[in-house]
């Protein structure tokens, strides 16, 4: 059974450029949320899409934005790059049944702007 | 605000000993879990324990154990016979709006001395 995968694991990028990571969840599971993990630091909720809509969003800009697919992958995209975009960017996806509640993890991107 | 705090940010414990993490939270929920993720330099968040709120028994996996305090808002993890492969970053977590965001800690960094 597939965990959480994404893709791709690292990537450097210059300021002003855009992104797209990719995340395709936990069979099974149709909710995928992202964090942002600065170093050294907890993850920091940046959104969850279900049914291929944006359901709860934390305090990030409008430069970041996502989409989910029918098949429930989805993908953050970030614009206009800043260097404080540099962090570990991971992606989860949830299980609500009672017994496994939780979120599985993926290994993340590393994003690093120069 | 609704917040995760963990007052350690490293702790070292020897192998083959026991270790204590420290976690509190401030929520006006009355039905919620409690979660511990251990985070190893591989950067994938791996659920180590979690805890349902209306349960009065504290949760235990193998080694590791929780000190659910509800009314104190306290949710320590205990590591018992350390290991050298516990070594990581762990965080607290909790759930906000029924799991559409996963609030968590700081982090504490365990070392694990041989």
């Known amino acids: 059974d597939a965990g959480v995968t994404q893709s791709p694991t690292h990537l450097i990028k210059t300021r002003g450029q855009q992104v797209t990571l990719r995340c395709s969840p936990k069979s099974g599971h149709d909710t995928v949320s992202w964090y942002q993990q600065a170093l050294g630091q907890g993850p920091q909720f940046i959104f969850q899409?279900?049914?291929?809509?944006?359901?709860q969003r934390g305090n990030f800009p409008d430069r970041f934005s996502g989409h989910q697919f029918p098949n429930y992958s989805s993908e953050l995209n970030v614009n206009a790059l800043l260097l404080g975009d540099s962090a570990l960017y991971l992606c989860?996806?949830?299980?609500?049944?009672?017994?496994?509640?939780?979120?599985?993890f993926g290994s993340g991107t590393r994003l690093t702007v120069v | 605000a609704q917040t995760v705090t963990q007052s350690q940010p490293e702790m070292s414990v020897q192998e083959a000993e026991t270790v204590t993490l420290s976690c509190t939270y401030d929520?006006?929920?009355?039905?919620?879990?409690l979660f511990w993720y251990k985070q190893p330099p591989s950067r994938q968040m791996i659920l180590v324990i979690r805890?349902?709120?209306?349960?009065?028994q504290n949760a235990t996996e193998n080694r590791f154990s929780v000190n659910f305090q509800k009314a104190a808002k306290s949710f320590s993890l205990k590591i018992s016979d350390s290991q050298l492969g516990d070594a990581a970053m762990y965080f607290c977590?909790?759930?906000?709006?029924?799991?559409?965001?996963?609030?968590f800690g700081p982090g504490t960094r365990l070392s694990v001395l041989p």
């Open positions: 989860a996806s949830i299980s609500y049944g009672r017994a496994n509640y939780g979120y599985t």
């Open positions: 977590a909790w759930p906000l709006n029924y799991g559409q965001n996963f609030v």
């Open positions: 899409y279900y049914e291929e809509e944006e359901r």
């Open positions: 929520t006006s929920e009355s039905d919620y879990y």
């Open positions: 805890q349902e709120a209306y349960k009065q």
